[in-house]
């Protein structure tokens, strides 16, 4: 897909898919391998787990790229009958690989963009050929303004209204600096919404706390801290008057849990509060509650388990069903799950479709 879908010129940079010498699959750029492969299903992480401890081990690899990659996996049409055997109407897709790559290569913007465009290339076709049911979501770097702009109008020219970008600094600046908000009017421009993802992105505590994790993608403590980036991001965007300099912007949280809002909704407005009055004045004038500008402008997406009834009982309607089909960690009944927690379609819309069609303005 990389190759194919990159320009011609930029070919040499694509990522490709190669086994090592133990034959494991991996994601490789160049000679660098940077994601392993696994053959991973809904509700059995522990067979991923066996994978990646024989591929350390250097057992010997006996899967064949197919194994791993069934067609309700890469074939947008065979997704489709997932979808009506789940009962679902539309879905949201992610890059796989997608979320494995952003920084191993960000030492190379050039390397970076050209696989994001091969990746958005191919969503625009995915979104034709599923006449919209499946909805993939661009992937986006803001570290370069005139690529993204011409990124977004393109995405927006093919039906995508929804990118993967990362909560975390650009070119050393938080989201909300103002030299940031010409890419947040491109996104409002171009009638795109942002959302955060698990992804390869810098991580919120310094490097020295993940020191020696046999896993640098996912180590234990950015498991613990899931909703720590999201909740950063969108503070600083909201404290510092970016929500409100852009009104129309609107940002999902996706697969990032969702547990964690109530209480970031009181801290947020509660810190405000104090700083302004150990200060003597508010850190920005603004106009709305900071936590106002949360209900305004975000989603968040709420797993079965997290108890979104108990969630939207204490913060609002804020929430969206999802299944993170098909990882291991993901689910294949996701309507089931959702009845057993105390909630159905027909009960709740805004978490089963209304707050996902108002985020991506459909």
């Known amino acids: 897909m990389w ?62 790229l197919d194994d791993l990659h069934p067609p309700v996996y890469t074939d947008p049409t065979a997704r489709l009958d997932v979808l009506d055997a789940q009962g ?9 690989y997608g979320l494995g790559f952003e920084e191993p290569l960000s030492g190379d913007l050039a390397d970076l963009t ?4 091969a990746w958005n290339r191919y969503a625009v076709d995915v979104i034709a050929t599923t006449a919209g049911r499946l909805l993939p979501v661009g992937h986006l770097t803001l570290r370069d303004p005139d690529w993204l702009d011409a990124e977004l109008a393109a995405l927006a020219s093919g039906g995508v209204r929804a990118a993967m970008i990362a909560p975390s ?9 103002p030299a940031h908000d010409r890419i947040w009017a491109s996104f409002t421009e171009h009638g795109i919404a942002p959302v955060f993802h698990v992804s390869a992105f810098p991580k919120p505590f310094a ?13 234990v403590l950015s498991s613990v801290f899931l909703g720590t980036a999201p909740a950063l991001a969108l503070a600083d965007l909201a404290v510092h008057g970016a929500f409100e300099r852009h009104p129309e912007l609107r940002i999902g949280v996706m697969e990032l849990s969702a547990i964690w809002v109530p209480m970031f909704l009181l801290t947020l407005d509660g810190g405000f509060d104090f700083h302004a009055t150990f200060n003597g004045a508010p850190l920005t004038q603004l106009d709305l509650r900071p936590s106002e500008y949360i209900r305004r402008q975000v989603r968040m ?53 209304d707050n996902l069609a108002w985020l991506l303005q459909l």
């Open 88 to 96: 679902i109407d539309r879905s949201v897709a992610f890059p796989n």
């Open 3 to 64: 190759a194919d879908y990159a320009d011609p010129a930029d070919r040499h940079r694509a990522l490709r898919l190669d086994t090592d010498r133990s034959g494991h699959w991996w994601l490789y750029h160049g000679d660098r391998p940077i994601e392993l492969v696994f053959d991973q299903h809904p509700g059995d992480t522990p067979a991923v787990g066996r994978q990646v401890q024989a591929a350390r081990a250097g057992e010997r690899g006996t899967l064949t």
């Open 207 to 219: 490097d020295g706390w993940y020191a020696d994790d046999p896993d640098p993608f996912n180590p």
């Open 169 to 177: 600094l650009v070119n050393g600046r938080r989201l909300s600096h």
């Open 301 to 353: 997406a709420a797993f079965s388990y997290e108890g979104p009834a108990r969630l939207m009982k204490s913060s609002g309607d804020l929430y969206m069903a999802c299944s993170d089909y098909p990882h291991s960690e993901g689910t294949d009944s996701p309507l089931a799950d959702y009845a057993r927690a105390g909630l159905t379609p027909d009960e709740a819309p805004g978490l089963f479709g």
């Open 114 to 117: 050209a696989n994001l465009r």
